[in-house]
């Protein structure tokens, strides 16, 4: 039995807006415009998709699956987020943690990791 990862399906209130936000943020391109949702992908395809589908519901508590993101400047990359909506979290990590962690526009946690 062969299994291939192919997405991660994130809920989202506003899908359209949402994977245009992600997608700018990780330079890949929304690829499909489907009546079950919205799917990102980067453009060499070298990794699973990100699909968003709509719910009613906001968003509550901590997800239990986030993703990590590695950025060249991770200070220059928080201001940048933060223009473009995304907020810092505060989910319990130390104070001297190497990653920061921030929200997307509608509350989805993610990590961006120091420089290495």
Request: hydrophobic share 45%; with cysteine.
């Amino acid at each position: 039995m062969t299994i291939r990862w192919e997405a991660l399906t994130i809920d989202a209130r506003d899908p359209a807006a949402l994977a245009q936000w992600w997608a700018e943020t990780l330079a890949w391109e929304v690829v499909d415009w489907l009546p079950a949702g919205v799917e990102v992908r980067q453009p060499e395809r070298r990794c699973a998709s990100l699909f968003f589908v709509s719910v009613l519901e906001a968003k509550q508590g901590k997800n239990r699956l986030h993703l990590d993101l590695y950025a060249d400047d991770q200070n220059d990359t928080v201001d940048a987020l933060t223009a473009r909506g995304a907020t810092r979290a505060d989910v319990g990590q130390p104070g001297d943690a190497p990653y920061i962690v921030m929200r997307d526009p509608e509350g989805n946690e993610f990590c961006l990791l120091d420089p290495r």
